[in-house]
């Protein structure tokens, strides 16, 4: 039996350390809880619905009385990534962290919502490297910056726009689009129509549940 999800790990600059095994085995804690631990890493444009959508799908989860955490860039900047900025480096950093931080919970079995920009292709694929195989759902918000821009909910383009806020991300900051994300979510449809969060966090559920994360590991 697997005693755990994750295999993988580096020391870094850490010597004299050894890994322990858990004690319990993954396995065990998601036959208890009738799920299956993954990382639903959501990437977008500021104001693409990250935060929106991670919150619905969140809510319908615990209404099947699944056991889940979002972590959102909002959120995680206010405390164990308060020392980060906005640069290459420090966004790499701070990806960086919150993988390992979303691993973590993976490891636990529990569904683990990931809400950040996360604008460059190297980070994220990094993150998918470190979680076991078939764990890692990227989940690329596909919306237009006209739209984001548009939506601007915290008047952060507006800033952008007038030179207040320097390297934002779409305006004078890259953002890199995935290449094979698991789930693309787009704000229309292709006749025009706008798309719900609703609509679309029943899309990710659906998805979760036709990939068995839904129910037990199979005996
Ligand atoms: N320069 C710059 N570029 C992009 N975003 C900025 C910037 N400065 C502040 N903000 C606000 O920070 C939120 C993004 O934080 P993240 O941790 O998700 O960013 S990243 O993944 O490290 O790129 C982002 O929140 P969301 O709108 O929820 O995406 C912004 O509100
Ligand atoms: N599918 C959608 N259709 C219309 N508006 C949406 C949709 N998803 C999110 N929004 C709105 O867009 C704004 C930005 O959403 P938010 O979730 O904060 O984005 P992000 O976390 O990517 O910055 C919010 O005002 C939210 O209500």
Redesign the pocket.
């Known amino acids: 039996m697997s005693r755990s999800i994750s295999t993988a790990y580096d020391v870094g600059s850490s010597t004299n350390i050894k890994w322990h095994e858990g004690a319990v085995p993954t396995e065990t804690k998601e036959a208890t809880m009738q799920q299956r631990g993954v990382v639903v890493w959501?990437t977008?444009?500021?104001?693409?619905?990250?935060?929106?959508?991670?919150?619905t799908l969140e809510h319908a989860l615990a209404e099947s009385g699944k056991v889940t955490t979002l972590l959102?860039?909002?959120n995680i900047r206010h405390g164990l990534n308060s020392n980060l900025g906005f640069s290459a480096t420090d966004r790499a950093e701070n990806i960086r962290r919150i993988g390992e931080v979303s691993k973590l919970f993976a490891d636990t079995g529990i569904i683990t919502l990931v809400?950040f920009?996360s604008p460059y292709r190297r980070d994220r694929d990094a993150v998918r490297a470190r979680v076991p195989p078939g764990r890692f759902v990227e989940v690329f918000?596909k919306v237009p910056i006209s739209i984001?821009e548009e939506?601007d909910?915290k008047g952060l383009y507006k800033k952008a726009r007038a030179g207040q806020l320097k390297g934002f991300t779409g305006i004078d900051d890259p953002y890199e689009e995935p290449l094979n994300a698991e789930v693309v979510l787009e704000?229309e449809t292709p006749d025009g129509k706008?798309?719900?969060?609703q609509?679309?966090a029943a899309k990710l559920l659906e998805y979760l549940h036709s990939k068995g994360f839904l129910s037990g590991p199979s005996k």
Request: aromatic share 4%; with cysteine; glycine share 14%.
């Open positions: 959501f977008g444009l500021s104001g693409s619905g990250k935060s929106t959508v991670a919150c959102d860039g909002d809400s920009i918000m984001c939506r909910p704000a706008r798309v719900s969060p609509d679309q």
